[in-house]
Each structure stands twice: as structure tokens, then as C-alpha cells.
């Protein structure tokens, strides 16, 4: 599959079947995530896999109320939490080099983005959740201090692909020159 078909063909799955996800294809999944661009390469993530059912049933409970993802999490054969490490990214020396600060979340919002692209490619699907309750879920994951839950990722077999959303035209959020400029043709 092409890079531009996986990015415009994938689409948020919350329902899963129950088959398995191949150790093989779940290896190429985080391999994807190990390839993923970070500030000067900090690659400041962790990675927790959970496959138990009660595990994966706290987690849920820490989405926050009438989030979508909250069946396909327990419904998911994998769960994918990836979780950043604060004060690593965005910095040269001993400071952050830009005025955003910890780079870390746009650190592991690319690789979450590449798992995302890599279980598309391979006929799996995923979703990012992000409305949750962080502290709780790094609670049931035992997260040390100085880590964050970012997100976790369902990831399995979908039961059906979703149709995509409506977007926008380039020409609705792409200018010339300037931020006012004119816009793309």
C-alpha cells in the first residue's frame, strides 16, 4: 500500500472482531512507532501492551463519559498505551530551545500517527483516544513519575471500515506567503 492511500483510506475504527492480532503484525506495528521522527532523534516514548481483559476494561473506565472508543477498547485483542517521557524532548542543553516547551506530545503524536498508518497497511484498525483520565490510566499501568499516559490506541480486526468524514478544500486552510495570503488554487 502507498503512503498517500494509507493516510487518506484510514479511518478511526472502534469496533473489532475478536480474531487475533498476529504477533508478526503486531511486532511491524511498534516497529513503525520505533521509526518515527523525534527531536534530535530523543525518541521519548515508552510503549505498554495490554491484551488482558481486565486491564483493558479499567482502561476504558478512564475515557471520559459517552466517549465513543470505550466499546472498541475492551472489544480490541490489543491496547496500545504510549506514554512520553517529560523533559526529554525540545531541547537543546539544558533549555527548551522554542517557546511550545516539552516536545513530547508531538513526539508521540507521530508515532501514534505511524502505528496508526502501519495497522491500516497491514488490514488493521485503530483509534486514537485521547479523552481520558491520564492519571488514572498511568495508575493501572504503572507509570513512574516523570512519564505521561499520552494515548492509547485499540488496535484489531475491524468489523467494518467507516466512511470517511467530510475535509475541508486546501484552499480553506492553505494560503501564499502569508497567513493571509492567497489562497491555494
Same mark, same amino acid.
Given at each position: 500500500?502507498?503512503?498517500?492511500?494509507?493516510?487518506?483510506?484510514?479511518?478511526?475504527?472502534?469496533?473489532? !472482531?475478536?480474531?487475533?492480532?498476529?504477533?508478526?503484525?503486531?511486532? %511491524?506495528?511498534? =516497529?513503525?512507532?520505533?521509526?518515527?521522527?523525534?527531536?534530535?532523534?530523543?525518541?521519548?516514548?515508552?510503549?505498554? &501492551?495490554? $491484551?488482558?481483559?481486565?486491564?483493558? @476494561?479499567?482502561?476504558? @473506565? #478512564?475515557?471520559?463519559?459517552?466517549?465513543?472508543?470505550?466499546?472498541?477498547?475492551?472489544?480490541?485483542?490489543?491496547? &496500545?498505551?504510549? &506514554?512520553?517521557?517529560?523533559?526529554?524532548?525540545?531541547?537543546?542543553?539544558?533549555? *527548551?530551545?522554542?517557546? %511550545?516547551?516539552?516536545?513530547?506530545?508531538?513526539?508521540?503524536?507521530?508515532?501514534?500517527?505511524?502505528?496508526?498508518?502501519?495497522?491500516?497497511?497491514?488490514?488493521?484498525? #485503530?483509534?486514537?483516544?485521547?479523552?481520558?483520565?491520564? %492519571?488514572?490510566?498511568?495508575?493501572?499501568?504503572?507509570?513512574?513519575?516523570?512519564? @505521561?499516559?499520552?494515548?492509547?490506541?485499540?488496535?484489531?480486526?475491524? /468489523?467494518?471500515?467507516?466512511?470517511?468524514?467530510?475535509? %475541508?478544500?486546501?484552499? @480553506? *486552510?492553505? /494560503?501564499?506567503? !502569508? *497567513? $493571509?495570503? =492567497?489562497?491555494?488554487?
Amino acid at each position: 500500500m502507498e503512503v498517500l492511500e494509507a493516510i487518506r483510506e484510514r479511518r478511526s475504527v472502534r469496533r473489532f !472482531t475478536e480474531d487475533p492480532v498476529s504477533p508478526e503484525d503486531l511486532s %511491524k506495528v511498534l =516497529e513503525a512507532a520505533q521509526w518515527a521522527p523525534s527531536w534530535v532523534n530523543v525518541q521519548p516514548w515508552k510503549i505498554v &501492551i495490554v $491484551k488482558d481483559a481486565a486491564k483493558k @476494561e479499567a482502561l476504558a @473506565e #478512564t475515557l471520559l463519559p459517552k466517549n465513543p472508543a470505550a466499546k472498541g477498547l475492551i472489544q480490541a485483542p490489543v491496547v &496500545i498505551a504510549l &506514554i512520553g517521557e517529560r523533559g526529554k524532548s525540545g531541547l537543546y542543553g539544558d533549555s *527548551f530551545s522554542t517557546d %511550545k516547551g516539552d516536545w513530547y506530545m508531538f513526539d508521540l503524536g507521530i508515532a501514534a500517527q505511524n502505528i496508526a498508518l502501519a495497522a491500516h497497511s497491514l488490514g488493521l484498525g #485503530t483509534v486514537h483516544v485521547g479523552a481520558l483520565d491520564h %492519571k488514572k490510566a498511568g495508575a493501572i499501568l504503572q507509570v513512574p513519575e516523570g512519564f @505521561e499516559v499520552v494515548e492509547i490506541l485499540p488496535l484489531g480486526h475491524p /468489523t467494518f471500515a467507516p466512511k470517511a468524514p467530510p475535509r %475541508k478544500e486546501l484552499k @480553506e *486552510f492553505v /494560503t501564499l506567503e !502569508t *497567513f $493571509k495570503g =492567497e489562497a491555494w488554487a
